[in-house]
């Protein structure tokens, strides 16, 4: 190691190792998926007839790791999917999430829930707001 080293800790870079290679760029030639792609394999994903709980909360978990909010059309889907499985607790769980998801932009929240009402109707889910959870 060269011993200009700054400190501990330090690790110098490739380039100041004498005889080290460079390192090459590498540049991914995968398509990129526009919006609409994206939006219809999430909501194949959750359409799948013989989805099941595992992955049903695997679906979700990636997606809410994404930089952005579902679109209704997703969430309507992972509802439906919730309502296949008898499972209410996802359900809510999902409509948390998105509620974290939303952050400080209070508009986008009543957004979701005023496109998701019908659907929400029709399978007898209560949002977070009903059944009281929004109060600490």
């Not at 994404?66 to 679109?71: G, S, T």
């Not at 932009?105 to 979701?112: F, R, S």
Request: aromatic share 8%.
């Amino acid at each position: 190691w060269p011993s200009t080293s700054p400190g501990p800790g330090f690790l110098p870079s490739r380039t100041s190792i004498p005889g080290a290679p460079l390192s090459a760029r590498c540049y991914s030639h995968a398509k990129v998926e526009t919006d609409e792609e994206f939006d219809a394999r999430w909501v194949t994903y959750f359409s799948k007839p013989d989805i099941d709980a595992w992955e049903l909360k695997k679906g979700m978990n990636t997606l809410i790791g994404y930089d952005l909010v579902p679109e209704p059309k997703i969430l309507d889907s992972a509802l439906r999917a919730c309502r296949r499985l008898n499972d209410l607790a996802s359900a809510i769980r999902i409509l948390e999430a998105v509620k974290d998801k939303s952050g400080p932009h209070k508009d986008i929240y009543p957004y979701l829930i005023q496109e998701l009402q019908p659907t929400l109707t029709e399978l007898g889910i209560s949002t977070p707001e009903d059944l009281g959870m929004d109060i600490l």
